[in-house]
């Protein structure tokens, strides 16, 4: 049940490029073979800025998931859904928003940052707000582990953290908590309830990590614990009460290298990217007009590649050798900017050709794209009510 899971989300902007390929993507490609993973379309959270304009995100949320596709995320291997297609994140951020402190909300740093940058816009909003309780409920209502974001995203996931230890601790302390602990250890058979308390001494008494490890794997392992039990031992380890929700932890994405046509970060806001379809003559054209190192005027001037963003390309594209030939045929006023810039072309277009076929693929079977999605849609829905059954359990709402 606590086994490792990742889960990320991303905005639907439609169309991606090659930053995020090269800053998100490509990293879901190695977690997707590595863990169980669940990526989804965060539709909810572009509302949280954009609720004044809200046309077009159906048709973003398409073609980002067909860039996805694309770049090899693998629906055999990883889930993919859309945000509001689990309802169940609804319930999960209200039920939270009961107990969470306004200043925890009002002190995370996007808070006043996006408000400021965004100032056209009227961020005032109680949504806006709650924009951080929206993500935490995303995590936890998959009991996801571990979250791969970007250093932006950091402070989110420390509010997730301290989120779920205040509600563990708020619900999980149910009378006679320690009784049922110890009732369920016994449940565990002889040798692993021996392991079990020696594991937990060794944690609790000398802060032992590695046999805190070994006990949540023991009761990962072990068949026959009721769900309740479970939680109980997992919490009865680290010394809280029961643990309903599970604290995850950033997976630190690292900035992108690949910066955009014009040196700058690439993004669409600045017109600098070459996207995931583009045209193998597009590609070329948008290369051969780069800006160069402006010192080089003529054909006859030496430049300096630390001073080009072609460079830049080069450092994420060309082996040893090929950067070997720019530097000295650069400084030496050796070779030309166009000669330069071929084997970038060629390695980006070398790149995006199976991205390409792939996307046509897909945009070809959109029928195809609705049952990826509509599969693990359902698929995501399936483990977020196991946590809303026990979230709803923790405080109270038994009605029925
Ligand atoms: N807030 C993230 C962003 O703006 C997207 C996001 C929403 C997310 N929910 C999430 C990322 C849960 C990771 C996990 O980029
Ligand atoms: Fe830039 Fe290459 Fe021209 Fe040097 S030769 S300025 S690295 S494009």
Redesign the pocket.
């Known amino acids: 049940m606590y086994s490792d899971r990742v ?5 639907p902007t439609g169309r991606l490029h090659l930053g995020h390929y090269h800053g998100v993507l490509k990293n879901w490609l190695r977690l997707q073979n590595e863990y169980q993973c669940l990526f ?1 379309v ?1 539709d909810w ?1 572009a509302l949280t800025t954009h609720y004044d304009t809200p046309q077009g995100i159906e048709e973003n949320v398409r073609d980002m998931v067909v860039d996805w596709l694309a770049a090899g995320v693998d629906p055999a291997q990883a889930t993919l859904f859309v ?1 509001s297609r689990v309802i169940e994140h609804a319930e999960l951020h209200l039920l939270l928003s009961m107990m969470t402190p306004l200043g925890w909300l009002e002190r995370v740093p996007t808070y006043k940052d996006q408000q400021e940058k965004l100032a056209s816009k009227d961020l005032s909003t109680y949504g806006f707000l709650g ?1 951080p309780l ?2 935490s409920a ?2 936890l209502i998959y009991r ?1 582990n571990r ?4 250093e ?2 950091i402070p ?1 996931i420390e509010f997730t953290r301290e989120l779920a230890r205040r509600f563990n601790h708020m619900y999980g302390r149910e009378p006679g908590f320690e009784d049922k602990a110890r009732a369920a250890v016994k449940k565990l058979g002889s040798k692993k309830a021996r392991l079990y308390d020696e594991c937990r001494t060794a944690y609790q008494e000398k802060g032992d990590d590695a046999a805190l490890e070994s006990a949540k794997a023991l009761l990962n392992d072990a068949q026959n614990l009721s769900m309740n039990d479970r939680e109980r031992l997992f919490g009865y380890l680290e010394g809280s009460g029961k643990m309903i929700l599970v604290e995850p932890e950033a997976l630190l994405t690292e900035a992108s290298k690949m910066p955009g046509l014009d040196g700058q970060k690439m993004s669409k806001s600045y017109g600098n990217t070459i996207s995931l379809r583009e045209d193998p003559d597009e590609v070329a054209r948008k290369i051969r007009t780069m800006p160069t190192d402006p010192a080089r005027v003529r054909r006859t001037d030496p430049g300096n590649p630390a001073k080009c963003p072609v460079w830049q390309f080069h450092l994420v594209y060309s082996d040893d050798a090929t950067r070997q030939w720019v530097t000295a045929g650069c400084t030496s006023a050796g070779i030309g900017c166009i000669e330069c810039k071929q084997p970038v072309i060629d390695a980006v277009r070398a790149e995006l050709a199976p991205i390409r076929e792939r996307a046509a693929y897909y945009e070809d079977n959109p029928d195809q794209v609705r049952n990826i999605l509509a599969d693990g849609c359902e698929k995501a829905q399936e483990l977020a009510r196991d946590t809303m059954r026990d979230v709803r359990d923790a405080m109270g709402l038994t009605f029925s």
């Open positions: 889960l990320s989300g991303m905005r989804f965060a959270h945000q924009y929206l993500m995303d995590i996801a979250v791969p974001v970007g932006d995203q989110h």
